[in-house]
């Protein structure tokens, strides 16, 4: 009996994990077909439609604005989330601390719709034209509370009489945080990072309404897809899938390390 419903149970699960993956599936299969249709049966294998995405010139730009959008999502979402939370853990007031954790969690509540709209009527009424500036901004503010969430949970278990002791034996603030705080937490600051990255380089609502007349991948992707459907999308959104992975796993990685 136990065994039959840990058997219905397996099963469940593997249906639940085929219906989430099996159209990503799909995408990197069809990548590499011969046939320039999206129908079975397959009829051979290719690489010919990566090298014909990679000849389209939007390609190359596209993939470079994705990495300054990413690089930056990185930096400014990783220092500015990692302070936010290392003060946070500061607060000595259970209740305040509760309320600015919550309230940082609402770019992740808000719908993406509402708050590319918001973002690209603030940067209309103060004059700062479409583009890259502005659509950096909308995935720094995207990627914040994730890199707050991560940063407080490490935290949390932060021993903070180590920064006590090195004060009381004379070491300045700077020099505490420089030659302890940093080194303990730089794998979970690294991590929350590259979960930001690879936040940004899958964003496609904020960026198209911020964005203007320069692409990313997404929003290229989203564009070459009004015109139908080839195998050379696929192959974009492989490479794209791929990065992704590499960047969550390296970020899940660092966050592991253990202090």
């Not at 995408?27 to 079975?40: A, D, K, N, Q």
């Not at 000849?55 to 400014?76: C, E, Q, R, W, Y």
């Not at 259970?94 to 603030?122: H, N, Q, Y």
Request: one cysteine or more; hydrophobic letters at 60%; a positive charge.
């Amino acid at each position: 009996m136990v065994r039959g419903s840990r058997l219905w149970s397996w099963l469940f699960v593997a249906l639940v994990l085929f219906y989430l993956y099996a159209p990503i599936l799909v995408i990197v299969v069809f990548s590499f077909t011969t046939s320039p249709r999206l129908s079975l049966p397959i009829e051979g294998l290719t690489l010919d439609w990566y090298g014909r995405a990679f000849a389209d010139p939007l390609i190359p730009m596209a993939l470079k604005n994705s990495a300054i959008l990413a690089t930056i999502s990185a930096v400014g979402g990783g220092i500015a989330g990692a302070a936010f939370a290392f003060g946070l853990v500061m607060l000595r007031n259970g209740r305040l601390r509760a309320s600015l954790l919550s309230i940082s969690m609402l770019p992740a509540i808000v719908p993406l719709l509402v708050i590319g709209i918001a973002l690209a009527v603030f940067f209309s009424t103060i004059a700062l034209p479409q583009g890259l500036i502005g659509a950096a901004i909308g995935h720094v503010l995207v990627s914040l509370p994730f890199v707050i969430l991560t940063m407080n949970a490490r935290l949390e278990s932060f021993d903070f009489s180590i920064l006590e002791a090195a004060r009381d034996l004379g070491a300045t603030r700077f020099q505490a945080f420089r030659d302890i705080t940093l080194p303990l937490i730089r794998p979970s600051v690294v991590g929350a990072a590259l979960l930001a990255a690879a936040l940004s380089l899958d964003e496609f609502v904020v960026t198209w309404f911020n964005i203007g007349s320069q692409q990313t991948v997404p929003t290229l992707v989203w564009g070459l897809m009004r015109r139908g459907i080839d195998p050379s999308i696929n192959a974009i959104a492989t490479l794209l899938l791929a990065l992704l992975v590499c960047l969550v796993v390296a970020s899940n990685l660092l966050n592991r390390r253990k202090s």
